[in-house]
T-cell receptor
Framework: DAGVIQSPRHEVTEMGQEVTLRCKPI?????LFWYRQTMMRGLELLIY????????DSGMPEDRFSAKMPNASFSTLKIQPSEPRDSAVYFC???FGSGGPQETQYFGPGTRLLVL | GDSVTQMEGPVTLSEEAFLTINCTYT??????LFWYVQYPGEGLQLLLK?????DKGSNKGFEATYRKETTSFHLEKGSVQVSDSAVYFC???????????????FGTGTRLTIIP
């Protein structure tokens, strides 16, 4: 298996622009997670899905952030409009969690976002 | 809420030295405990885990024992190598209910550098 795939790997954009990050989870996994990593705040869970349904979005910082999972093999995280403080590395992870999300999560390589 | 406190870094050791990275936790419910490792430019990978008290997780020469009495899960390795240089994250999940909030909570990470 190719593992969790994220695109793009790097994104540089200007403040106010829309940014879309993409994730393809491991085939057969039923949980998908979006995380944000910054020096100041460490690794934060933004949202997670189970069987394509959002379960907990309490970590989404504000209404500028939205996430979708239209099918089992694809998810997007959108920021509109983007701000410099959104600059971070965004990770997607997936797991097969018959017992819940405590099952092993497999992380993608991350998207490094820089908002100027 | 649940939390994880990790030894602050960075930690620099010589090759073949003994490693300990401290991790303590606060949780309700019955947490599972994890160590994840992040190599430069990559996503996180599960290093080891323990799901109940007194369990010992081990992998690649690393070990950690789930100590409920001290709420700790310290990571150890007897002889580190240059290739162990990475950021190490302690994490926990706890099952509150079948459909409760079961997310991973990460520590802030400890950067380890091994010098030849």
């Amino acid at each position: 298996d190719a593992g969790v795939i994220q695109s793009p790997r790097h994104e540089v954009t200007e403040m106010g622009q829309e940014v879309t990050l993409r994730c393809k989870p491991i085939s057969g996994h039923d949980y998908l997670f979006w995380y944000r990593q910054t020096m100041m705040r460490g690794l934060e869970l933004l949202i997670y899905f189970n069987n394509n349904v959002p379960i907990d979005d309490s970590g989404m910082p504000e209404d500028r952030f939205s996430a979708k999972m239209p099918n089992a093999s694809f998810s997007t995280l959108k920021i509109q409009p983007s701000e410099p403080r959104d600059s971070a590395v965004y990770f997607c992870a997936s797991s097969f969690g018959s017992g819940g999300p405590q099952e092993t999560q497999y992380f993608g390589p991350g998207t490094r976002l820089l908002v100027l | 809420g649940d939390s994880v406190t990790q030894m602050e870094g960075p930690v620099t050791l010589s090759e073949e030295a003994f490693l300990t990275i401290n991790c303590t936790y606060t949780a309700t419910g019955y947490p599972s405990l994890f160590w994840y490792v992040q190599y430069p430019g990559e996503g996180l990978q599960l290093l080891l885990k323990a799901t109940k008290a007194d369990d010992k997780g081990s992998n690649k020469g690393f070990e950690a024992t789930y100590r409920k009495e001290t709420t700790s899960f310290h990571l150890e390795k007897g002889s580190v190598q240059v290739s162990d240089s990475a950021v190490y994250f302690c994490a926990l999940t706890s099952i509150l209910s079948n459909f409760g909030n079961e997310k991973l909570t990460f520590g802030t990470g400890t950067r380890l550098t091994i010098i030849p």
